[in-house]
C-alpha cells in the first residue's frame, strides 16, 4: 500500500508528499509541531490505547492545527457478520457481559466518548457532521468477500483449527440466504447501510500545560 501510494503521488507530480507506516500510539517519525492537518477514516476506533494516540495527534500538530477523524455511529455490515457467524457455528454469538464497552469499529460511535478523550488530550472541539452513506456492489462474489472483513480472522482460525473444518464453505452457502433475509439484496445487487460521524477538533493556540 506505502508504495502504490507512493506512485501515485509521484504520478501527479507531488514531491512534497511522503507515504510511510505508521503507529498512531507512537508517531517518533513525525517532528514535534509540523503538521497543519491530521485526518483519519476509521482508525482512532481500534486503537487499544486511545489517550496515547490523541496525545501523539496533539504533539505533531502545529498550534492551531487541525485534526480530523471519521467514525462509525451505525453500521449495518456488524450484525450482518453476526448473523453469518450464527450460521457457520450453529449457535448465536455469546452476548458481551453488562458494561461492556462497545466493538472496536463502534467505540467512538457514542460523542460523549470521543468528546472526554479529546478534551482530556488538550483539543479544542469543534462542531463536526454526521451523514449515512449506502455502498451498493453489483459483483456478489466481491459482496461476499466485503461481508466476510469482520469476521475473517475468526472464519480462517475455525477452519484451520478444526473446530469448524468447512467454516469459509459454510460461510459461502449461507451469504445470499443470510442477505436475502436481512434485506440486502435486490435486482440491482448487494447494499448495506450505515452512519458517520466526523469528528474535528483543534490544538489550541496555546497548549494547556
Known sequence: MV??????AQAKGLDNVE???LDMQDLGAVATESCDLLSSAHSYPFSPDKPQALAEALRVLKPGGVFGAVVWKSFELLPFAGAMMTRVTGKAPE???????????????????SDALLSDAGFE????????????????????????????????????????????????VAWPEVAEE??????????ISGEFRVIVARKPAVVRS
Not at 458494561?99 to 460523549?112: C, E, F, I, Q, V
Not at 461481508?147 to 473446530?163: N, T, Y
Not at 436481512?182 to 447494499?191: E, V
Request: net charge negative; aromatic share 6%; charged share 15%.
Open 182 to 191: 436481512l434485506g440486502h439484496l435486490s435486482d440491482a445487487g448487494f447494499s
Open 3 to 8: 508504495a502504490a501510494a507512493t506512485q501515485r
Open 125 to 172: 472541539l469543534l462542531p463536526g457532521t454526521e451523514e449515512a452513506v449506502e455502498f451498493a456492489i453489483t459483483d456478489l462474489d466481491q459482496a461476499l468477500r466485503y461481508c466476510a472483513l469482520p469476521i475473517w480472522d475468526p472464519l480462517s482460525e475455525m477452519g484451520q483449527s478444526g473446530a469448524v473444518p468447512d467454516a469459509w464453505a459454510k460461510y459461502a
Open 95 to 113: 452476548p458481551p457481559p453488562p458494561g461492556s464497552p462497545p466493538p472496536p469499529p463502534m467505540s467512538l460511535a457514542d460523542p460523549a466518548v
Open 19 to 21: 507515504c510511510m507506516v
